[in-house]
């Protein structure tokens, strides 16, 4: 599992003060209200800021950060990564998990067959798909329900589902 979870991304400036706008990649932008510090991460390098303000705005989070008060130094950070360490990250409810401790997991069918692991996770407005890749490059489209996720052990990085009828022929009949 990883030790550090993505919360966003700093996609702009906000005003001249050293503000960020963030796009947040956690459902709850609220969350960004509660931040004490983030890592900021952009090209292999890592920073910690104190996040020093927060408000939310349609689906944004603006945030004041330590050290960032000019335009010039928010412009800076375009672009950048932000993070928080997993034991500060909030509590998910049952049946729910990290986008980032999914990505990667190997995904089997309930006899065993592998299916391939998870290359992305996508959203289709009602819910949620893993893509899984086989080892022929083939992608597969997984429905994150709960009729098909059987298991998923992210500590294993092991995911058993048991497909929709028809699923995997479509996909693989290539």
């Known amino acids: 599992m990883l030790d550090y979870l993505t919360i966003g991304e700093i996609v ?19 969350r960004f209200k ?11 390098s890592v920073c910690v800021k104190k996040v020093t303000g927060a408000k939310v705005s349609s689906g944004m989070a603006i945030l004041a950060l330590e050290g960032v008060t ?6 800076k950070l375009r672009g950048s990564f932000l993070e928080v360490e997993r034991k500060d990250a909030l ?3 049952e049946n729910r998990w990290y986008i980032g401790d999914i990505v990667g997991c190997s995904v089997y069918e309930e006899d065993g067959t592998c299916l ?3 290359t992305d996770v996508g959203e289709t407005g009602s819910n949620d798909y893993y893509v899984v890749r ?3 490059n083939r992608e597969m489209c997984i429905p994150a329900l709960k009729e098909v996720l059987l298991d998923v052990d992210v500590v ?10 028809g699923l995997k022929e479509v996909y693989y009949e290539n």
């Open 156 to 165: 294993e990085q092991k995911i058993t589902v048991r497909l929709l009828p």
């Open 134 to 136: 086989d080892e022929k």
């Open 70 to 75: 000019t335009r010039d130094d928010a412009e």
């Open 91 to 93: 509590k998910l409810p």
């Open 34 to 44: 509660l931040l004490k510090q983030v890592r900021i991460v952009r090209d292999g």
């Open 12 to 30: 702009n400036v906000h005003g001249v003060r050293g503000e960020v706008k963030v796009l947040p990649s956690t459902d709850d932008p609220g």
């Open 116 to 118: 391939g692991k998870v």
